[in-house]
Every structure is written in structure tokens, then in C-alpha cells.
Antibody
Framework: QVQLQESGPGLVKPSETMSLTCTVSGGSISNYYWNWIRQPPGKGLEWIGYIYHSGNTNHNPSLKGRVTMSVDTSKNQFSLKVKSVTAADTAVYYCATSRSGSSLGAFDIWGQGTMVTVSS | SYVLTQPPSVSVAPGKTARITCGGYNIGSKSVHWYQQRPGQAPLLVIYYNSDRPSGIPERFSGSNSGNTATLTITRVEAGDEADYYC??????????FGGGTKLTVL
């Protein structure tokens, strides 16, 4: 059973780059599309983007090119970087995937989420 | 961009039926997924591809999708069903889109 665990600093200063990692256990990172989704406090879910094990990515245009995603197959991890963060990037960040193996499918596996606060 | 509209809140008495709607242009032509999110927890998939239930999700949860509205129906509502519910579709112009969420209150 695939499980996901996010990790990263809980506090980031404005204008800096936020970096998060999601570790995949119980399965190979080579099988699925790996997504990042965030949820600002008290608000709804926002899809950030996905990466495939080959390195192909797709992301939400609303983040205006501030997003970079990467994958490390040797560590079974994938990562998210968001540059030039502001208070609007404060959110719980989830990694998630679809066991269907499709980039279009429902997200049936989620990490527990990690809270990132942007503040000086 | 594609927009999904959900009512902010729905209230229902225990044992009754709750219906949570998700509106979107021609949503009936798309595959709709639904998630339950309890406070402090990650979302949990409860319905996928409009009406399929993942293993472990009670039969009380069902979904339908037609025209401009998709609906999540929860029959014989229990106190434990109190949560936020989100609809989700993939759209060619917007990729993955979530509705704004509906807070289900069990009276």
C-alpha cells in the first residue's frame, strides 16, 4: 500500500523560496503521477501541479511560473519549490496521487499534509 | 478557467438524506470525484468517476452527474459524516479543479 509523507520547514520568510519533499513508501515512484495540492487556512483545495517519474511536469498557471518540481527516483522522493513566497502561500501542502496511474484521475492516496507559514 | 460551484453549507438531521451539489458548465460530460475532509485531516476520496465508491466507503455514499450539476448523496446521515466535502474534476483548460467546498452539519 503506497503511503506519502511530506516534509519541510514550517516557516519561510517572505520573498524566499519554499522547499518541500514528499517521500513515497510501499511502492515505486515510477508508477504514478505525483501531485501537490495546497489548502490555505479555512479555505478550499488548490491543485499546484504534478510530476511524472520521467520528469515531465504540469502546473497550475495561477502560480505564474513560481513553481518547480523534481523527482529523485533513487530516494523514492519528489519535491516542490515555490519561489518569491508571500503570505498568500501560507497553507497546508499535501502530496497526492491516483492509483489509476492516470494524470487525470481521482486522488485516492494523500499525505497527511504539512503546514507552511510565510512570515518574517 | 473552469469553475465548480458548491453551496457553502448544508444541514441535515441524523438519519435523513444529505445532498451536496457541484455546479459547472456541462459538468455532466466530465468525471466528477468527491472528497470528505474532517478537521485537521487530509481529504478522503469517497466517490470517483461520478458514482463509484472506493473500498471501505459505506454504501450510504452515492454520486450522480448530469447536465450542469453533480450531486453527492449521503443517506441515513450519521454524526460522523459531519465534514467538509469537495468536488473535483479534470478539465482540459484548467487541469485539476476543485469546488469551493461544502460544510455538512449534522443537526
Amino acid at each position: 500500500q503506497v503511503q506519502l509523507q511530506e516534509s519541510g520547514p514550517g516557516l519561510v520568510k517572505p520573498s524566499e523560496t519554499m522547499s518541500l519533499t514528499c517521500t513515497v513508501s510501499g511502492g515505486s515512484i515510477s508508477n504514478y503521477y505525483w501531485n501537490w495540492i495546497r489548502q490555505p487556512p479555512g479555505k478550499g483545495l488548490e491543485w499546484i501541479g504534478y510530476i511524472y517519474h520521467s520528469g515531465n511536469t504540469n502546473h497550475n498557471p495561477s502560480l505564474k511560473g513560481r513553481v518547480t518540481m523534481s523527482v529523485d527516483t533513487s530516494k523514492n522522493q519528489f519535491s516542490l519549490k515555490v519561489k518569491s513566497v508571500t503570505a498568500a502561500d501560507t497553507a497546508v501542502y499535501y502530496c497526492a496521487t491516483s492509483r489509476s496511474g492516470s494524470s487525470l484521475g481521482a486522488f485516492d492516496i494523500w499525505g497527511q499534509g504539512t503546514m507552511v507559514t510565510v512570515s518574517s | 478557467s473552469y469553475v465548480l460551484t458548491q453551496p457553502p453549507s448544508v444541514s441535515v438531521a441524523p438519519g435523513k438524506t444529505a445532498r451536496i451539489t457541484c455546479g459547472g458548465y456541462n459538468i455532466g460530460s466530465k468525471s466528477v470525484h468527491w472528497y470528505q475532509q474532517r478537521p485537521g485531516q487530509a481529504p478522503l476520496l469517497v466517490i470517483y468517476y461520478n458514482s463509484d465508491r472506493p473500498s471501505g466507503i459505506p454504501e450510504r455514499f452515492s454520486g450522480s452527474n448530469s447536465g450542469n450539476t453533480a450531486t453527492l448523496t449521503i443517506t441515513r446521515v450519521e454524526a460522523g459524516d459531519e465534514a467538509d466535502y469537495y468536488c473535483h474534476v479534470w478539465h482540459s483548460s484548467s487541469d485539476h479543479v476543485f469546488g469551493g467546498g461544502t460544510k455538512l452539519t449534522v443537526l
